[in-house]
């Protein structure tokens, strides 16, 4: 199919993209298009003007600086796995976007674009969520930075205002002794996961102190299960209980993978895959 009539507009800068975006409600940001341009080719959106910020530098910084690894929202999936810093100080990150789509969708496809999108589907919105990310959001208000927890709000829903672009992602760099790790089943590699799970852990002398997980491909959002990481406080890893356990903590969606019982199923599976590989 083709796409709908638009305009395209190569910003200057930050605040050029920011003016633009303030004086047209209809105006959309064009990062690596990845995700953009198929749904305008299949007229799922309508846009005025397409904002082109690939251009703007700073956008492609990635340092590291009080604490945080600040990664520029238009660093692509393939910059960000290959970065010196980023190996060293959050290695998880190289592992799970090397699960992201395929090299060529990796080369253009951004950071900024994949945690605003805010695909449920996807694997760095869940990341951004289990360590808190901070979001760093410019408008022409100036900036103001939303923690990842916060950032989500629903299907393809966040906290980023109209006039706002997401200019960089903020994760902490000093974890606390927490082991982080990630997983996901799906049908062909790159495929978006069929379920997906980021969890951490922090161990005292082998005892399990602290349990976080935030799956993702199971809802409509990046879903945290507070109730199954208690119960895992407490008891032995058991399949049928997680599964139970689970279902009351998330509201499994189904798409065109799988059943939502079947997204439980597989989500109780990683939680096991998770806990084995702990021991
Ligand atoms: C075949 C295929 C398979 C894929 N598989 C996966 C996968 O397994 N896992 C996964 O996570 N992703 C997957 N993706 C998506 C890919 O990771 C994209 O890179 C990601 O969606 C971000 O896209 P982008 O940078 O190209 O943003 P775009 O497509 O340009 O933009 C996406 C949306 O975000 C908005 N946006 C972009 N940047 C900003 C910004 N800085 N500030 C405010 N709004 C912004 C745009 O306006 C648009 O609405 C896949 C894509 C394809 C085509």
């Known amino acids: 199919m083709k796409s709908p009539a638009f305009s395209y507009y190569e910003a200057k800068d930050l605040a050029d993209a920011i003016n633009v975006k303030k004086t047209d409600d209809d105006a959309v940001i064009l990062a690596g298009g990845q995700s953009l341009l198929p749904t305008l080719n299949m007229r799922l959106s309508n846009p005025s003007v397409l904002i082109d910020i690939s251009e703007i530098k ?5 340092k590291i600086e009080d604490g945080f690894l600040c990664i520029g929202a238009m660093s692509s999936h393939s910059k960000v796995m290959n970065n010196k810093d980023v190996n060293e100080v959050l290695p998880i990150l190289c592992k799970i976007l090397s699960q992201v789509a395929h090299p060529a969708i990796r080369n253009k496809g951004t950071h900024g674009g994949s945690v605003a999108y805010g695909d449920p589907a996807a694997e760095l919105p869940a990341f951004a969520v289990l360590v808190d990310a901070q979001i760093v959001l410019s ?9 990842a927890k916060e950032f989500y709000k629903g299907l393809f829903e966040t906290s980023i205002n109209s006039d706002e672009i997401l200019t960089s992602v903020k994760y902490p760099i000093n974890q ?3 082991q982080l790790f990630f997983d996901e089943i799906t049908r062909r590699h790159g495929d978006y996961a069929m379920a997906g799970l980021v969890g951490s852990i922090v161990q005292k002398n082998k005892i399990n102190e602290e349990i976080n997980f935030v799956f993702f491909g199971t809802g409509d959002k990046p879903n945290e299960a507070p109730k199954t990481c208690e119960y895992l406080l407490n008891n032995e890893y058991n399949y049928t209980d997680i599964k139970d356990i689970l279902k009351t903590d998330i509201e499994f969606a189904s798409d065109i993978s799988s059943s939502s019982d079947m997204k439980a199923h597989l989500s109780a599976i990683l939680v096991g895959r ?3 590989e702990l021991n």
């Open 274 to 276: 998770m806990m084995k």
């Open 139 to 147: 408008g022409f208000s100036g900036e103001r930075i939303v923690s």
């Open 176 to 178: 606390n002794n927490k």
């Open 58 to 62: 700073e956008l492609r910084e990635i």
